[in-house]
Structure formats: C-alpha cells, structure tokens
C-alpha cells in the first residue's frame, strides 16, 4: 500500500522572501509557545500547545526556496505513541509563477497509517490554510 504524506499549499501575492519569513516566523502563525530560531539550516526550535511539545532542527534551507524542518523529539501525549513526530520531516517548498507565490508543506511521515493522521490532519489545514495564510496575506496569523 502506497503511504500518502500529508499534503497542504496555499498562494497569495507576495515574494518567495515574504513567504519564506513568514514560514519562519513560526511564533506568529502557528505556536503562541515558540522559543528558538527557524531560519537557517542548523537552527533549533521547540513549539508547545500545553502538555504537547515538538522540538525540530532546520535539516535544509534554501531561503526563498525550501526549508526542511527534521523533528528531533516530541511528545504527543494524547497519543499512545508519544513520539509518533519523531524523526518525521516537513518539508516546505516555495514557488512563483502568474505574480503570485506558492507555499507547499508536506510532512514526511504524518500518513492515514499513523495514529494521529486525523487530528493532524485537520491542525496542519487550520494552521496553514487559515492562519499562515492571514499571516502571509494580511499580516497577522492567528497562533494558539
């Protein structure tokens, strides 16, 4: 059986360098809870919503073209794999054609198989489709 990661993109008018900044800006979009940096390939960073918190390094980066964040620990605790992140990569891809930017997330590991699919599914869709998206179109994300 084929695995089929999840998969989420928006666009808007805007650079590949402001997307790349606001993908970054991580504090802004998606974690009120952020501390570290997401930037340039080396960089660490935990984000935490109460007792769940992911610790990611900066695999890759290519500003204004992909970055690849690598989960180096986390805990889930709603799930009985706690660290069902780990070692799971999400890999952001920016591109631009017709004046506008494109910003594509797929995170490498988080499939229909894996016991948090669903609810991670349907976090991703509001943090990027919703929030990300205010952040990169009107300035202001809606993080938790």
Same mark, same amino acid.
């Given at each position: 059986? &084929? !695995? ?8 808007? *008018?805007? %650079?590949?360098? !402001?997307?790349?900044? /606001?993908?970054? *800006?991580? @504090? ?7 501390? @570290? =940096?997401?930037?340039?390939?080396? +960089? ?8 769940? /918190? ?9 500003? /204004? =073209? ?17 660290? &069902?992140?780990?070692? %799971? ?8 054609? /017709?004046?506008?930017? !494109? ?26 489709? +919703? ?14």
């Amino acid at each position: 059986m &084929e !695995q089929k990661n999840y998969h989420c993109s928006i666009a808007a *008018n805007i %650079t590949a360098d !402001q997307a790349y900044a /606001n993908i970054a *800006n991580v @504090g802004a979009w998606w974690a009120k809870s952020f501390n @570290g =940096k997401a930037l340039e390939t080396g +960089d660490t960073f935990t984000v935490q919503f109460g007792e769940t /918190n992911v610790a990611f390094e900066i695999a890759e980066a290519s500003p /204004n =073209k992909k970055v690849v964040w690598k989960v180096t620990d986390c805990n889930l605790h709603w799930l009985n794999d706690k660290k &069902e992140w780990k070692d %799971t990569n999400v890999v952001w891809e920016i591109s631009t054609a /017709n004046n506008k930017t !494109q910003i594509d997330m797929v995170h490498e590991g988080l499939t229909p198989e894996v016991e948090c699919y669903e609810d991670c599914k349907k976090g991703w869709d509001e943090h990027i489709s +919703d929030s990300l998206f205010k952040l990169v179109t009107g300035g202001v994300g809606k993080p938790v």
